[in-house]
Structures are given as structure tokens and as C-alpha cells.
């Protein structure tokens, strides 16, 4: 295993901006501390313990963090021959693949906005209005976001 170098100040203060962007979409701190650091740091793998100094948490803090962010695609779980620890990283290809998770369920509401709708057939047109936005926006996101994610595929070199 490699010695990985703890945070300076800078980075750290960098690690706690990137939370707090995350915080604000829902994550909870230590899950946006964690893509902080994995972001800037070296090596870019990391084994938990690695990340529970780093970062100054509990090793269950880290457990948590990684039940979170694995599942999206962004973080994964690695491991090397030969060596029995295991190691998180952002994947290569990680931000597309959370984006693309999410946007998949583009459809799913959209079917839910329409069902509302339906819901609402006979209801006046100002009370449907807020229901019919949503609806119109997933649909527009249904629409476009398949060909502004291939578009950025193919920019990118067709990776994945």
C-alpha cells in the first residue's frame, strides 16, 4: 500500500468547498468530503483508513459516505493483486455515469408528472399549470439529454 499525504490547509479548506456543494444537493457532509479529497488526492486511490486520516472521521463516517456514492457510479471499490486492501477512487468515468443514472429516471417522473395530470383531466387549467411545467420540462429533458450526453461522449473520445 501506498503512503498516501494528508491534506495541506488549502486543500483541506478546497476538500470542505466541495462539501458544502454537495451539502446543498442533498449529500450529507462527510459524502461531500469525500469526493472533495478523492478529487485532489495522491494517490488517487484510497483505502478507508487512508481516507478516515485524511479526512479526520470515524471509519464508520467513511463506511456511510461510500454506501452513498458507489451505487451513482461516481466513487468505486477497487482492488490490487496481491493486496488485501481495498481502495475507492472516482471513477474515470464517474461524473458521466452519475449524470447518466440520474437523467435515466428522467422518464420515470415524467410518467409520474403525466399521471398526475391525467389525475387532474376535469381539474381548472390554473390548477394543473404547475403540475403541466414539470411535465413539460421532463419532457424536454427526456428529449435532449440523450443527444447532449452522446454529444459529450464522442467528445471525450467515445469513452464509454
Known amino acids: 500500500m501506498t503512503d498516501a499525504r494528508l491534506p495541506s490547509a488549502a486543500e483541506s479548506a478546497y476538500v470542505d468547498e466541495v462539501a458544502e456543494f454537495f451539502v446543498e444537493e442533498g449529500l450529507p457532509l462527510i459524502a ?14 484510497q483505502t478507508p483508513a487512508q481516507l478516515t486520516e485524511a479526512l479526520g472521521v470515524s ?3 467513511i463506511s456511510s459516505a ?12 477497487t482492488r490490487r493483486r496481491g493486496d488485501r486492501h481495498e481502495y475507492f477512487r472516482i471513477a474515470p468515468d464517474g461524473w458521466s455515469r452519475m ?5 435515466a429516471k428522467t422518464t420515470a417522473f415524467r410518467e409520474v408528472t403525466e399521471r398526475g395530470l391525467d389525475l387532474l383531466a376535469d381539474a381548472p387549467a390554473a390548477r394543473r399549470e404547475r403540475l ?8 424536454f429533458l427526456e ?18
Not at 461531500?32 to 486511490?45: F, N, S, Y
Not at 461510500?66 to 471499490?77: D, F, K
Not at 403541466?132 to 419532457?139: G, K, P, Q, S
Not at 428529449?143 to 464509454?160: D, I, M, T, V, Y
Open 32 to 45: 461531500g468530503r469525500v469526493i472533495g479529497w478523492l478529487l485532489i488526492c495522491e494517490p488517487q486511490e
Open 59 to 61: 471509519r464508520s463516517s
Open 66 to 77: 461510500m454506501r452513498l456514492l458507489t451505487p451513482s457510479g461516481l466513487v468505486e471499490r
Open 99 to 103: 449524470l447518466m443514472r440520474r437523467y
Open 132 to 139: 403541466a411545467r414539470v411535465a413539460d420540462l421532463y419532457r
Open 143 to 160: 428529449a435532449e439529454l440523450p443527444q447532449l450526453l452522446e454529444r459529450w461522449q464522442a467528445q471525450q473520445g467515445g469513452s464509454r
